[in-house]
């Protein structure tokens, strides 16, 4: 079975940092790009940042670059989001969702919920002020 599992979330201050995990099973890890998206209480699902697995091309949300930096590690099947100068309105639910292809065709696929075939449950992460 395909599966996505989230972790790393917690309560941070401002300014602060954390380190998002994706583990992934059950299909080629080679073969699909990762997206990570955040749903914040009240909002609207919203993209964050996203990695291609056919050549480590990666793209941002413009909320979150220069701060957050996403990376991909083959060998233990998990994509990381690097999360540092946190900021109270990063605070929301973190998926990490399974693209439905290697590479992004382009930049507004990443941000598209839609272009998603398998997600997983999120990480909490809290910010406070």
């Known amino acids: 079975d395909v599966q996505l599992q989230a972790s790393g979330g917690g309560l941070v201050q401002t300014g602060g940092s954390l380190r998002l995990s994706c583990a992934t099973s059950?299909?080629?890890?080679?073969?699909?790009?990762i997206g990570w998206f955040r749903q914040a209480p009240g909002k609207e699902r919203e993209g964050v940042s996203c990695?291609?697995?056919?050549?480590?091309?990666?793209y941002y949300a413009d909320s979150v670059k220069g701060r957050f930096t996403i990376s991909s590690d083959n060998a233990k099947r998990t994509v990381y989001l690097e999360m540092n100068s946190l900021k109270p309105e990063d605070t929301a639910v973190y998926y990490c969702?399974?693209?439905?292809?290697?590479?992004?065709?382009?930049?507004?696929?990443?941000?598209?919920?839609?272009?998603?075939?398998?997600w997983g449950q999120g990480t909490l992460v809290t910010v406070s002020s």
């Open positions: 990695i291609s697995s056919s050549d480590g091309r990666s």
């Open positions: 059950g299909f080629p890890f080679d073969q699909y790009a």
């Open positions: 969702r399974r693209y439905s292809g290697s590479f992004y065709y382009s930049v507004s696929d990443c941000f598209s919920p839609l272009q998603y075939d398998w």
